[in-house]
């Protein structure tokens, strides 16, 4: 059996794109690893926000739409997304949640971790996982001058799934994905993909009564979860598939490779390749300070920059 790699990426739906770069850049202490735009839309920005590479496991994306609705939370979403920092560095985080205004709420404990649950100015429901056994290999860690490799967020620790029913679920990351269930608390299910370093976790928040989520501003849109190559990528369709749901043909995105599904509990799957990734067009130091396009888009380039408001990243 081919097995995912753990969460590849998240993309959720945002207004104001230059408040989104704010807030993930300068708040958060992300790098603005690519600019570039949505392909099904190139009206709207596609923003991809990372470490220093934007790799699988630490590649938090967001569509934004200016004129957005505002969307609500609910069942068939991602509603918490879920990030590793050190375990030490949560109460440097609360302080400077307090200080910038940043809305946060009191550290709770689940499944041993402290989090640290709070909202980005879209109302996107965000936490810090304290982790204690982070790698010791920190070179693609991205730091500022106010936010040092003791606080910085590290990668994806998980993503809390909202779902009416797991059975509705589940077997598409056991049987398909190869997740094993970790632990249980309430109505709260832990998944663990073994051997995977970094962006191992899901969860699974099970509640029948829960309404369903509308998509649009502050919700997430979609998960997508690291295929190794493109081989595994194909066996993982191939898996899903055997389920009876239906993938989409393979969609080069020219960052990466995907296939999308809709998952019977009504989450939005991604399968998507770990390469050739964010320096396919760009040096890897330079990364993010230009309008970045696929090739396929390139010759529209002027028509495309002109329906868009210029972004910049504060030094």
Do not use: C
Request: a negative charge; charged letters at 20%; aromatic letters at 10%.
């Amino acid at each position: 059996m081919t097995t995912a790699q753990g969460i590849h990426h998240i993309t959720a739906i945002g207004s104001d794109p230059q408040r989104l770069v704010d807030f993930y850049t300068q708040t958060l202490g992300l790098r603005l690893v690519k600019k570039t735009v949505n392909q099904d839309d190139v009206s709207a920005y596609h923003l991809f926000f990372g470490d220093q590479t934007g790799g699988p496991g630490m590649d938090l994306t967001f569509f934004t739409f200016p004129r957005v609705a505002t969307g609500n939370r609910g069942a068939g979403q991602v509603t918490t997304t879920s990030l590793a920092v050190p375990a030490a560095s949560l109460s440097f985080w609360q302080a400077r949640f307090e200080t910038l205004g940043v809305t946060q709420e009191p550290l709770v404990d689940q499944f041993g971790w402290e989090r640290l649950v709070f909202y980005d100015p879209d109302n996107q429901q965000l936490e810090l996982v304290g982790v204690d056994d982070l790698p010791a290999d920190t070179s693609q860690v991205w730091t500022t001058s106010q936010i040092g490799v003791e606080q910085a967020i590290r990668h994806f620790h998980s993503a809390r799934m909202l779902v009416n029913d797991k059975s509705l679920i589940e077997p598409i990351l056991i049987q398909s994905f190869g997740y094993e269930q970790m632990a249980e608390e309430g109505d709260l299910n832990l998944y663990v993909q073994p051997g995977v370093q970094r962006s191992a976790y899901l969860e699974l928040q099970v509640d029948p009564d829960a309404g369903p989520g509308r998509n649009a501003s502050g919700t997430v849109h979609h998960i997508a979860f690291t295929a190794e190559d493109d081989s595994a990528q194909n066996e993982l369709r191939e898996q899903v598939r055997r389920l009876g749901l239906q993938p989409t043909e393979v969609i080069d995105r020219y960052y990466f490779k995907s296939v999308y599904f809709r998952t019977p509990a009504g989450v939005l799957f991604e399968i998507a390749t770990s390469g050739p990734g964010f320096t396919a067009d760009e040096d890897a130091a330079t990364l993010g300070e230009r309008l970045a396009l696929p090739p396929f888009l390139e010759p529209h380039r002027e028509q495309i920059e002109a329906g868009l408001t210029p972004v910049t990243v504060k030094q």
